[in-house]
């Protein structure tokens, strides 16, 4: 079982940032891959970025260059920092972990779910 919190949403203006945390517990942290989701209102929910087991990092086209996923094996946390925010961010955003392989961006592959933090950017 693994248990995961996200942290630090909120508002903020277009063009701004935002630095979203996740305290994973439960697991050996540095053998799960961790990615952000985020789902806004009357849409699916989508892949954002992993941290993918083995290193490797991954973004969505819409998020690349402006977001940057890291981890802290230590502190058992994954970080999401969102600079240049635009109005489509607006979100719930997810943290989520899969102990298995498979495609990265699929929602399926993961296991763990946090509860979700919202982000709210005004244009």
């Known amino acids: 079982q693994v248990q995961l919190v996200e942290s630090g949403g909120g508002l903020v203006q277009a063009g701004g940032s935002l630095r979203l945390s996740c305290a994973a517990s439960?697991?050996?942290?540095?053998?799960?891959?961790m990615g952000w989701f985020r789902q806004a209102p009357g849409k699916e929910r989508e892949f954002v970025a992993t941290s993918w087991r083995g290193g490797s990092t991954y973004y969505a086209d819409s998020v690349k260059g402006r977001f940057t996923i890291s981890r802290d094996n230590a502190k058992n946390t994954v970080y999401l920092q969102m600079n240049s925010l635009k109005a489509e961010d607006t979100a719930v955003y997810y943290c989520?972990?899969?102990?298995?392989?498979?495609?990265?961006?699929?929602?399926?592959?993961?296991?763990?779910w946090g509860q979700g933090t919202q982000v709210t950017v005004s244009s």
């Open positions: 989520a972990a899969s102990g298995r392989s498979g495609s990265y961006y699929y929602t399926g592959v993961y296991d763990y």
């Open positions: 439960g697991r050996t942290f540095s053998s799960v891959s």
